[in-house]
T-cell receptor, first 117, second 113 residues
Framework: AQTVTQSQPEMSVQEAETVTLSCTYD???????LFWYKQPPSRQMILVIRQEAYKQQNATENRFSVNFQKAAKSFSLKISDSQLGDAAMYFC??????????????FGTGTRLQVTL | DSGVTQTPKHLITATGQRVTLRCSPRSGDLSVYWYQQSLDQGLQFLIQ???????AKGNILERFSAQQFPDLHSELNLSSLELGDSALYFCASSLGTGNSPLHFGNGTRLTVT
């Protein structure tokens, strides 16, 4: 079974600075999908960014980018120019495509990000 | 707005009772997933349906059951409730293919007293 590990329970960043959240995963599959979700205090789950394992190019969405290292099974999230609204819990998630429609997301335990003035 | 609708938003009930949580997926999505999030915990996968059929099962208790109806909405039934069942229950939907992301509803907050 796939596992997702987020080793940083909490992180803090100053407004306008850059922060990187770590995520590692364990899998024997060669093709899969990785996601970062954000959960603000409202508890809503919001998709931040996604990466297909077969793509070498790192995904980017505005101020959010990933560093995908397939050999190391690492998928970190970089937030540039941090804003107060970025304060949230961030979850890394793994998805296997091999089971077709039976493709659930497996989540890490999350990293709580604080943004300070 | 994710397009996934969950009702009710909040539910308070007593131990031993039974409740039903409802989820309407995004238009066009065939797959529905249920997740449980206990206080300050990660999301635990419960069960997945695709076009009315159960496709994957996680750590779902025998006291819990779910179904997806022909109109694709889904219900999660929780019975013989215990204090430990208090949690945020999320429904998510997707097209069902491997790379299609899950879109989450706002969750149902269940409190068992």
């Amino acid at each position: 079974a796939q596992t997702v590990t987020q080793s940083q329970p909490e992180m803090s960043v100053q407004e306008a600075e850059t922060v990187t959240l770590s995520c590692t995963y364990d899998t024997s599959e060669s093709d899969y999908y990785l996601f970062w979700y954000k959960q603000p205090p409202s508890r809503q789950m919001i998709l931040v960014i996604r990466q297909e394992a077969y793509k070498q190019q790192n995904a980017t969405e505005n101020r959010f980018s990933v560093n995908f290292q397939k050999a190391a099974k690492s998928f970190s999230l970089k937030i540039s120019d941090s804003q107060l609204g970025d304060a949230a819990m961030y979850f890394c998630a793994y998805r296997s495509p091999s089971t077709g429609t039976a493709s659930k997301l497996t989540f890490g335990t999350g990293t709580r990000l604080q943004v300070t003035l | 707005d994710s397009g996934v609708t969950q009702t009710p938003k909040h539910l308070i009930t007593a131990t031993g009772q039974r409740v039903t949580l409802r989820c309407s997926p995004r238009s066009g999505d065939l797959s529905v997933y249920w997740y449980q999030q206990s206080l300050d915990q990660g999301l635990q996968f419960l069960i997945q349906y695709y076009n009315g059929e159960e496709r994957a099962k996680g750590n779902i208790l025998e006291r819990f059951s779910a179904q997806q109806f022909p109109d694709l909405h889904s219900e999660l039934n929780l019975s013989s409730l215990e204090l430990g069942d208090s949690a945020l229950y999320f429904c998510a939907s997707s097209l069902g293919t491997g790379n299609s992301p899950l879109h989450f509803g706002n969750g149902t907050r269940l409190t068992v007293t």
